[in-house]
């Protein structure tokens, strides 16, 4: 009976140490299985050292109702020869600062600023610079001297300089190894106006034959167009934006209607995505 009694003492032990184990739920103890490794919180999360950058952007659209601003590196003129550009607005990206904007011969002294350019300034390269200064995060930007300043430069051009204007060979996403020219034109009209003509971007025709375009947004390197012309294989009805990326890599989104020879009240618009390269 005695052997029997300190056989089960170590036993009893052992058990009771299992149910221990088996009953640790704390979740702050290395030991349990449930403990969760805490958070570190980056005290800095969130700090940002004082900065000038700043985007630039020109108003795009045909009428009060559908304008819109887009970000660009440029501006260009509109299809008016006494027209100048439309709204050009800088922005400072960061806000809370103290902002200096000196454009020319101006001085600004706010985050946000809209104006334009007149066409006698077409064909230039115009710097913009911004100077902020404002409260520094010591803790983490131990060398911030709370100053800041960017300069960029902008090119203003005509419209019949604009960079999206050319031809290029370019291919749809659904058919990446079927490339095809396309080319996007203009010429002036009764002295005022520019005429745009898109060429061949239903990959039917010759870019020799073209289409009227309707301008319906428009800055430096970037254009939307539509057409609403059908029934001429060679004009089908085209809606969408053309644009150069940062490497000058061509890229389009429109929709083109695949069935011309239908009425005007039928119309199949089907998406297209192509991308392509300057040629000329």
């Not at 031809?167 to 996403?173: E, L, S, V």
């Not at 106006?193 to 970037?222: P, Q, R, W």
């Not at 294989?233 to 989104?253: H, I, K, M, P």
């Amino acid at each position: 009976m005695k052997k029997l009694f300190l056989f089960l003492i170590p036993l009893t032990v052992i058990m009771l140490c299992n149910s221990c184990k088996e009953e640790c739920d704390d979740a702050t103890n290395p030991e349990c299985p449930n403990y969760v490794e805490p958070v570190v919180v980056d005290p800095c999360a969130g700090s940002h050292e004082v900065s000038a950058e700043f985007t630039i952007e020109q108003k795009v659209g045909t009428s009060p109702a559908n304008a819109y601003f887009i970000e660009t590196t440029g501006a260009s003129c509109r299809l008016s020869s006494d027209a100048g550009t439309s709204d050009i607005r800088l922005y400072g990206r960061q806000d809370g600062l103290n902002y200096k904007w000196i454009i020319g011969a101006d001085t600004i002294y706010e985050r946000e600023y809209i104006f334009r350019f007149s066409n006698e300034f077409a064909g230039g390269i115009y710097p913009i610079k911004l100077i902020v200064s404002g409260e520094i995060d010591s803790l983490c930007f131990p060398n911030d001297n709370g100053m800041d300043t960017v300069i960029k430069y902008l090119p203003v051009v005509d419209f019949l300089d604009n960079p999206i204007l050319g031809t290029y060979k370019i291919a749809w996403d659904s058919a990446p190894q079927d490339s095809f020219d396309v080319k996007i034109s203009s010429h002036i009209q009764q002295i005022v106006y520019y005429d745009v003509f898109a060429h061949n971007f239903s990959n039917l025709g010759s870019i020799e034959d073209s289409c009227y375009m309707d301008v319906t947004a428009l800055t430096y390197k970037y254009l939307g167009v539509k057409t609403d012309q059908g029934n001429n294989l060679n004009c089908r009805r085209v809606r969408g934006y053309f644009w150069l990326n940062t490497d000058n890599s061509f890229e389009a989104q429109y929709d083109l209607d695949i069935d011309p020879s239908e009425s005007i009240g039928h119309i199949n618009m089907q998406p297209f995505h192509a991308k392509g390269r300057r040629i000329n």
